[in-house]
């Protein structure tokens, strides 16, 4: 499985980003597949994922209500909308994906094989 994460840029807060994240190889609609973020000096941290199959979507506390997760099984690409963007929001974002594991694990990166090579967001204020 192949993860290309792309759509990152600079953005003023307040504006928005799309990011994507095209999957190829052995990959099927069964695998959860998730968004990461990684900021100057923080640990990786959880944004949102989306389940296989029945498509459940979760957010961390700090992005709901403004990035929405999406995919599109036709095109094997994840999609991450971003608005009303904050400075706080500024990081690597990295895209990933898992299979066979249980629902309650899907917010935590090392639960996940796959992992694209992160596409920067910076966010001026």
């Known amino acids: 499985v192949q993860l290309q994460a792309s759509g990152g840029g600079l953005v003023q807060a307040g504006g928005s980003l799309r990011l994507s994240c095209a999957a190829s190889?052995?990959?099927?609609?069964?695998?959860?597949m998730a968004w990461f973020r990684q900021g100057p000096g923080k640990e990786r941290e959880f944004v949102a994922a989306?389940?296989?199959?029945?498509?459940?979507?979760f957010y961390a506390d700090s992005v709901e209500g403004r990035f929405t997760i999406s995919r599109d099984t036709a095109k094997n690409t994840v999609y991450l909308q971003m608005n009303d963007l904050k400075p706080e929001d500024a990081a690597v974002y990295y895209c990933?994906?898992?299979?066979?594991?249980?629902?309650?694990?899907?917010?935590?990166?090392?639960?996940?094989?796959?992992w694209g090579q992160g596409t920067q967001v910076t966010v001026s204020s």
């Open positions: 989306i389940r296989g199959n029945g498509g459940s979507k």
């Open positions: 990933a994906a898992r299979t066979g594991q249980i629902l309650s694990t899907i917010r935590y990166d090392y639960h996940y094989a796959y």
């Open positions: 190889g052995r990959i099927s609609r069964s695998y959860d």
